[in-house]
Nanobody, 126 residues
Framework: QLQLVESGGALVQPGGSLRLSCEGS????????IGWFRQAPGKEREGISR????????IYAVSAKGRFTISRDNAESTVYLQMNSLRPEDTGIYYC???????????????????WGQGTQVTVSS
């Protein structure tokens, strides 16, 4: 059974850091790109970052560039999102998702991803 499980969300002060994890199971994890998406309160879900199957290609939303780093460990079937210099506007539920196609280089758009985790809550507040 295909499953993606996010973890690492927490309450953190502005300027702080968090590392989110997305562990996959039930599929060939190393063959798929993984994306991170965020849904802020009252807003539509938006793409934050994506990493290809090998880890060789990454992209970031403008809001994340320079502060967030995506990486993966295929031996552990896990993708990470290191978030530094967190801001209140980074608050939201963070979801990871698997690309529809194997070995794809998808843009940060939901239609290119077909399997989603349950999300992990990140709250940035003093």
């Amino acid at each position: 059974q295909l499953q993606l499980v996010e973890s690492g969300g927490a309450l953190v002060q502005p300027g702080g850091s968090l590392r989110l994890s997305c562990e996959g199971s039930g599929f060939s994890f190393g063959a798929y790109a993984i994306g991170w998406f965020r849904q802020a309160p009252g807003k539509e879900r938006e793409g934050i970052s994506r990493i290809t199957s090998s880890g060789g290609n990454t992209i970031y939303a403008v809001s994340a560039k320079g502060r967030f780093t995506i990486s993966r460990d295929n031996a552990e079937s896990t993708v990470y999102l290191q978030m530094n210099s967190l801001r209140p506007e980074d608050t939201g539920i963070y979801y990871c998702a698997r690309s529809r196609l194997m070995y794809d280089v998808p843009p940060l758009r939901e239609t290119y991803f077909d399997s989603w985790g349950q999300g992990t809550q990140v709250t940035v507040s003093s």
